[in-house]
Each structure stands twice: as structure tokens, then as C-alpha cells.
């Protein structure tokens, strides 16, 4: 795939199975203090995004899903929602084959009670 946004959310481990509990809450990773995407654009050139601040990660995060009119995604509707989430406009596209995306996360997070990361992405398709 050769895409030119990613998006991701996050759910307790323990509730991965659960059909009582909505698995859809964008579940908010406690005390983030740094987020980083890394990867090769389609030059080739090293690329560093880091977000130290909630308001910072959301609006990438709301800059990826899009603002599309089909979704009801704005700044105010996440967090008044106690949604979260992260994402990345990449700029261009990049061949998801050819290059690493990776995503390092710094946070409070307790090993007792780990999360799962959904991670999408969105672009074109080679066939």
C-alpha cells in the first residue's frame, strides 16, 4: 500500500473480548509525554513527527481521520467525548512496503494493564 495517512486507536487489552463493553471508546493512553512517528518519505529522506502535548496529538490525529462532513470528527466532539486517538498526515505518499513506519509512544502506561494499538492507514492500493 502506498499511503498518505495513518490513524490509529487504542483499547485496554483486558476488554479486547468483552461484547458488553464498547470496544470503539478510543480508549486515552494515561499521561503521554511524547508521541513519534518515524519513517522514509518516497525521497527517501528520514522523517521525524514528535507531539508532546494532548491538544498537539489530537489535532494531528483529527488532520488524519479528516474533516470530511461524513464523520462527525472536529477538536471539540473528541475531547469532549474523552475520545482520543493518533495519526499522521504523511505529506505525500509512501510505499508502506519499501519503508518502516514505526510509532514510539512515552507514557505511564502500566505493564499490569497494557493496551492494544489499531493501526490504519490510508492511500491507494497497488495491485
Not at 7 to 20: I, K, R
Not at 59 to 86: H, K, P, Q
Amino acid at each position: 500500500m502506498v499511503a498518505n495517512k495513518v490513524f490509529g486507536s487504542f483499547l485496554y487489552q483486558a476488554d479486547e473480548n468483552m461484547p458488553n463493553l464498547n470496544t470503539q471508546a478510543l480508549e486515552k493512553v494515561p499521561n503521554v509525554s511524547v508521541l513519534g512517528f518515524y519513517f522514509n518519505n518516497s525521497t527517501n529522506e528520514y522523517l521525524s513527527y514528535e507531539m508532546r502535548s494532548d491538544v498537539e496529538i489530537l489535532e494531528r490525529y483529527i488532520d488524519a481521520v479528516g474533516e470530511t462532513g461524513r464523520n462527525s470528527v472536529s477538536l471539540m466532539n473528541v475531547a469532549n467525548g474523552d475520545g482520543w486517538g493518533i495519526g499522521l498526515n504523511l505529506g505525500s505518499f509512501v510505499d508502506l512496503m519499501a519503508t518502516k513506519l514505526s510509532v514510539v509512544i512515552e507514557s505511564e502506561l502500566s505493564s499490569s494493564n497494557p493496551m492494544l494499538l489499531t493501526l490504519f492507514a490510508e492511500g491507494v492500493s497497488q495491485l
